[in-house]
C-alpha cells in the first residue's frame, strides 16, 4: 500500500457516494418524487399511501439516511411495474451488455492496433494518410447513424445478418462493430501516437545500428514500450463502451441493460432507472481506478507515483 | 528590459488570433459546412420550402425528387407526408440552438467556478475541485438521462441538464489557468493598488485564459449536437412537433426498409456537421494548446 493508491481509493469512495448523493438530489428536484413512482391513473388516496410506504413523507435528512442504508445492504427495492425485485429483472440482462461491450472492445482493438502500427511506423505514406482519414470519420459518426447504416445494407439490402434481436449467433456482429468504431479510432490513435514516440527513442538507432532489422525492432522492443498506454485504454475503454451501449442497444434491440434503461424510462419504472445509473456510474468509476491500478503495475518504471500522464 | 517581466505579456487581440488562425487554406471547406449549416439554422423558416410540421397524408414516405403539390420534395417525404429537407433544415437550427446555449451555460458556470477556485484557494477550491472531480467520473450520459427522466423532456430541460452535466470540464481547464495567471507579478500589483477582485477576474485574468477555453468550448459544441440527437433519438430530447435530427433518425430506422433516405440524409447531415466542428475544433487546439500558451 503506497500513498498513490491510498489517495486513488479515497478519490473512488468519494466519487461514488457523489453519484449516489447526485442521483438523489436529482430524485429530489422533480418535486415529489412519489409522483416518479406511481403507476399513470392513481388515486390521490393511492398517492398518499404510497407516499407514507416509500417514506417521502419523512424528512429530507432522514429520506437520504434510508437512502444510503438501504443501498449499504444492497437493497435495490422493487419494480412498480412488475412488482419483483429489482436486480432480478437487472440480472438476466447483464450478460447481454458485456458481452456486446466486450466483443466491441475486440473490434476496436482487432481493426485499431493493426491500423495504429501501420500508420504510425509509415506515416507518411499514401495509405497511412488515407487511414487516418477512414479513422477520423470512424470516430466522428455517431453509432446510431452508423448502426442504420450498416442494418440497411447488411439486413435489408443483402440479408445476409439479422437486423435486431439477439437470438442468432450472427447477431453481436452489426452491433459490435457499431459499438467498437469509436474505439477504435481511440486504439489506433493512441498506438500511433505511442509508436511514434518510441520510434524517436536512442534504443530504437542503437538497435538498427546492432543489425537488427526494422521489422524486429519494431516488434521487439518499439511495440512492446509502446503497449504499456494501450493497457490502461482497454480499461478505459470498456468504461465508454458500456456507456455508449444504451443507444447501441436501442438501435440493434440488443436485450442488455441500456436497452432495459431506454424501456424502463418509458414505463415510467423509476426503482429499475434509478438501479441502473448507480450500477452504470460505479462499474465506471471501478474501472477508471483499475486503469490506474493498471498503469502503474505494468510500468514498473512508474512506481505508483503519478496518475495517467 | 528587466522591467518587462513584470508586464502582462501581450498578445494580439483575441479576434485578430482567431483571424490569424482561420486563415490555413485547407480547412476552408469545413468553414463552408459549418457556415452553411448556421445560415441554414438562423434563417430555416425563409430558407425551407415547407413548414417543417406540415403533414400531406397523399405524399407518404415518397422518394428524393418526387413532385408534390406545392413543388418538388427534394429528399423525399416522411411518414405523415411531412418534406425531409424542410425538417432537416428546422432540425438544424433545433440542434445547434442546443448545443450552443448549453454551450453557453456551461462555458459561463464552469469558468466562474474555475476562476473563483483558482483565484481564492482554501476551502472553496477544495470543495468546488472536488465537485469537478465527482462530476466528470460519472459517465455523463447516464446523468443526462436519469436527469432528463426526471425532469422530463424538452427543449429546455435539455438545455439545463446539457448545461450542468459538462461545465467541470470548463472549471478544470479555467482552474488550471487562472492558477498559473494568479501568481503572476501584475495580479499581485492589481491587487496592491486596491483594485476589487472582480475587477481582477474580469479585466486581467479572464482574457488571459480564454483562449483555452474558447477551444474546448468548440470541441464541446460538437459533442453536444451528437448529445441532442442521441437523446432525442432516445425520446429524452426535443418533443414533436419541434424537428430534431435525433428524432427523425428514429423514425427513419422504422422505415429502413420502405425509405431509405430520411435516416440516411439526415444522419450525413449531422455527421457532416459534428466532422466540421470537430476538426475546426482539433485545428484550433493545435493552435492555441494550452500548454504551448506562454503565461
Known sequence: MNSFLAKRLGQTVLSVWGVITIVFVILQLSGDPTLLMVPEGATQEEIDILRRQLGFDRPMIVQYGDYLWKLARLDMGVSLVQNIPVIDIIAPRVGYTLYLAFAALLVAFGIGLPVGIYIGVFRHSALARALTAVVLVGQSMPTFWSGILLIMVFAVSWEILPSSGAEDPSSIILPAITLGALSMATVARITRTAIIEELGKEYVRASKARGLSFAAVIRRHVMRNASIPLITIAALELSNLLAGAVIVETVFAWPGLGLLAIQSIEARDFPVVQVLVLLGSVVYIGLNLLADILYSVVDPRIKLQGGRP | ?295
Not at chain 2, 420550402?49 to 423525399?76: C, H, M, N, V
Not at chain 2, 483555452?212 to 464541446?220: D, G, R, S, Y
Request: proline share 7%; with cysteine.
Open chain 2, 1 to 295: 528590459m528587466s522591467g518587462a517581466s513584470l508586464l502582462p505579456r501581450r498578445r494580439a487581440p483575441l479576434l485578430r488570433q482567431v483571424l490569424r488562425a482561420c486563415e490555413a487554406r485547407r480547412m476552408w471547406p469545413l468553414y463552408l459546412i459549418f457556415v452553411t449549416f448556421t445560415l441554414l439554422a438562423l434563417f430555416a423558416p425563409w430558407i425551407a420550402p415547407y413548414p417543417p410540421a406540415e403533414q400531406d397524408l397523399f405524399a407518404r414516405l415518397k422518394p428524393p425528387g418526387t413532385a408534390g403539390s406545392e413543388g418538388i420534395y427534394w429528399l423525399g417525404t416522411d411518414e405523415l407526408g411531412r418534406d425531409l429537407l424542410s425538417r432537416i433544415i428546422h432540425g438544424a437550427r433545433v440542434s445547434m440552438m442546443v448545443a450552443s446555449l448549453s454551450v453557453v451555460v456551461s462555458l459561463v458556470t464552469g469558468t466562474a467556478i474555475g476562476l473563483a477556485a483558482g483565484y481564492f484557494r482554501g476551502p472553496l477550491e477544495v470543495v468546488l475541485m472536488r465537485l469537478v472531480d465527482i462530476i466528470l467520473s460519472i459517465p455523463a450520459i447516464l446523468l443526462a438521462i436519469i436527469a432528463v427522466a426526471v425532469l422530463g423532456p424538452g427543449l429546455q430541460n435539455l438545455v439545463i441538464v446539457l448545461g450542468f452535466t459538462r461545465w467541470p470540464r470548463y472549471a478544470r481547464v479555467a482552474y488550471g489557468q487562472t492558477l498559473g495567471i494568479a501568481n503572476t507579478p501584475y495580479v499581485a500589483a492589481a491587487r496592491f493598488i486596491g483594485l476589487p477582485w472582480w475587477r481582477i477576474l474580469l479585466r486581467h485574468v479572464l482574457p488571459n485564459i480564454i483562449a483555452p477555453l474558447i477551444v474546448v468550448a468548440t470541441l464541446e459544441f460538437g459533442l453536444m449536437i451528437i448529445w441532442e440527437a442521441g437523446l432525442s433519438f432516445l425520446g429524452l430530447g426535443v418533443q414533436p412537433p419541434l424537428p430534431s435530427w435525433g428524432a427523425i433518425l428514429s423514425t427513419g430506422r422504422n422505415y429502413m426498409g420502405s425509405a431509405w433516405w430520411i435516416a440516411t440524409l439526415t444522419g450525413a447531415c449531422l455527421f457532416l456537421l459534428v466532422l466540421s466542428v470537430n476538426m475546426i475544433g482539433d485545428f484550433l487546439r493545435d493552435r492555441f494548446d494550452p500548454h504551448s500558451i506562454r503565461r
